[in-house]
């Protein structure tokens, strides 16, 4: 756990990159965001300054960090890594009652066939959203 206090992030100052140790996150002029000079990401200041965000078509899960004076601590942002199983497993609910209720097979319109095709799209689907997630 961090104890450390956050310290409000500067726009006017160099900061090293929370991805890469080697990288240099640089202000970007006229706005309120920083880009990086090794992986070429956006960051943008959040919570009046406390918090840096990637910026990021990645959601719900966007990573978010704090300053600590000399180096950056991962901060949990809205729908975080803490609600991230607990999501996970609502679109696996959701997408296996879809499923069950409107697969149609010509070959077998059993329950059990239907179930277990539900039970092995949805699962595939909730393993990708997961992995995507977790980068
Ligand atoms: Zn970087």
């Given at each position: 756990?961090?104890?450390?206090?956050?310290?409000?992030?500067?726009?006017?100052?160099?900061?090293?990159?929370?991805?890469?140790?080697?990288?240099?996150?640089?202000?970007?002029?006229?706005?309120?965001?920083?880009g990086c000079n090794r992986c070429q990401r956006i960051f943008v200041?959040?919570?009046?300054?406390?918090?840096?965000?990637?910026?990021?078509?990645?959601?719900?899960?966007?990573?978010?960090?704090?300053?600590?004076?000399?180096?950056?601590?991962?901060?949990?942002?809205?729908?975080?890594?803490?609600?991230?199983?607990?999501?996970?497993?609502?679109?696996?609910?959701?997408?296996?009652?879809?499923?069950?209720?409107?697969?149609?097979?010509?070959?077998?319109?059993?329950?059990?066939?239907?179930?277990?095709?539900?039970?092995?799209?949805?699962?595939?689907?909730?393993?990708?959203?997961?992995?995507?997630?977790?980068?």
């Amino acid at each position: 756990m961090q104890t450390q206090k956050a310290q409000k992030i500067d726009l006017s100052v160099d900061y090293p990159c929370p991805c890469h140790r080697r990288g240099n996150l640089t202000p970007i002029a006229l706005t309120e965001a920083f880009g990086c000079n090794r992986c070429q990401r956006i960051f943008v200041v959040q919570e009046s300054g406390y918090v840096i965000e990637e910026l990021s078509t990645n959601y719900p899960y966007k990573k978010a960090w704090r300053w600590t004076g000399n180096q950056w601590s991962t901060a949990h942002s809205g729908l975080g890594r803490a609600y991230l199983p607990l999501t996970l497993i609502i679109i696996f609910g959701v997408v296996f009652l879809l499923l069950v209720t409107t697969l149609q097979s010509p070959l077998s319109s059993s329950m059990t066939f239907r179930a277990i095709a539900a039970l092995v799209l949805s699962a595939m689907l909730v393993l990708m959203l997961w992995l995507a997630c977790r980068r």
